[in-house]
């Protein structure tokens, strides 16, 4: 099948209790990984693009790649996302260049400013045939162009999002919740230590998420900065030569709970940085007479897809669900 909108993934999602993935995508190994565990797994997926990803590897060949996989992997439904699209040129771009869907991050403006950027990307791209997130609450964290302190991040105004779905006509939104961007996504302060002095993170408020699902019944919702930040490969970066003390992401039970309510897409992108990272540092110190980046790629491309064939079925739930 062609690349596919987000409208039918997310209206079965909702309906299943479940949560489409939407992964991050920079290079080929990371692209196949990725749609090979969800072709194996029959799983819906959304392979996201974001502007330092385009920057990096150049719109053309990231959209040939995904096209790649689509022919690869016909038995699945495969969306083109634009991650944090940051201003109608970047997302009318994408809408031109043969994305199904794109995100517009106007969530640190002010509302009303927001809004009329967002309804100005939906009817372009409403036009074309492409669908829309766009995002209310700011999250703190980094990830690529995207930095924001933990003291200007803030959660969604649940009060905010009918007004905010009504005029700006966009399909999904993403909220904030407590989650956050890249691998530190909490300090050390924020959190508590459990006996292992392992850091544990602060809830997730679902009070949140429940609000904004009673304002919003049917309406798909987004989790941005959702890795868990697997403990297994902070462990290996660590022991062999990375310096990442503190790592820690979002808890996968709670990741679960959310894709069980009305959250419909849960994007991952640090857990795969972190799956290749562990896996190439572990490789070079075994192998230290190897030189050929397909030795110690195809490994990294392998971790990419055990990572994920446990994301699809323990914690999205969408396998089988294609």
Do not use: W
Not at 65 to 88: N, Q, R, S, Y
Not at 152 to 179: K, N, Q
């Amino acid at each position: 099948m062609p690349l596919v909108t987000t409208t039918e993934m997310f209206k079965k999602a909702y309906e299943g209790g479940y949560a489409v993935g939407a992964f991050n995508v920079n290079n080929m190994e990371i692209v196949q990984g990725i749609t090979e565990a969800c072709q194996e797994q029959k799983a819906p997926v959304v392979l996201q693009v974001s502007k330092g990803a385009r920057a990096y590897a150049n719109h053309t060949y990231l959209v040939k790649m995904v096209e790649a996989a689509v022919k690869e992997c016909p038995d699945i439904p495969i969306a083109l996302h634009l991650d944090h699209g940051p201003d109608f040129e970047t997302c009318k771009s994408c809408i031109d260049g043969g994305f199904t869907s794109v995100m517009i991050d106007c969530s640190s403006k002010p509302f009303d400013e927001n809004v009329e950027i967002t309804k100005k990307v939906v009817e372009y791209a409403h036009a074309h045939g492409v669908v829309v997130e766009a995002e209310l609450g700011t999250l703190a964290g980094v990830e690529d162009d995207v930095q924001v302190s933990a003291e200007d991040s803030s959660y969604t105004h649940p009060e905010e999002v009918e007004e905010f779905v009504t005029r700006t006509g966009c399909d999904s939104l993403a909220i904030a919740i407590g989650t956050s961007h890249g691998a530190y996504k909490f300090t050390p302060e924020q959190c508590t230590r459990n006996e292992q002095g392992i850091l544990v993170p602060p809830p997730l408020r679902f009070d949140v998420l429940e609000e904004v699902s009673k304002r919003l019944p049917g309406f798909p919702i987004v989790l941005h900065g959702s890795s868990s930040v697997p403990q297994n490969f902070v462990d290996i970066i660590n022991a062999h030569g990375g310096k990442m003390p503190d790592a820690i992401g979002i808890p996968e039970e709670e990741l679960r709970k959310a894709a069980s309510m009305s959250v419909c897409k849960i994007n991952i992108d640090s857990d795969i940085r972190l799956a290749i990272t562990a896996t190439i540092r572990e490789y070079f110190d075994e192998h230290p007479d190897h030189f050929d980046p397909r030795q110690y790629l195809k490994p990294a491309r392998q971790a990419v897809k055990d990572m994920v064939t446990h994301k699809l079925v323990h914690v999205l739930g969408c396998n089988g669900k294609a």
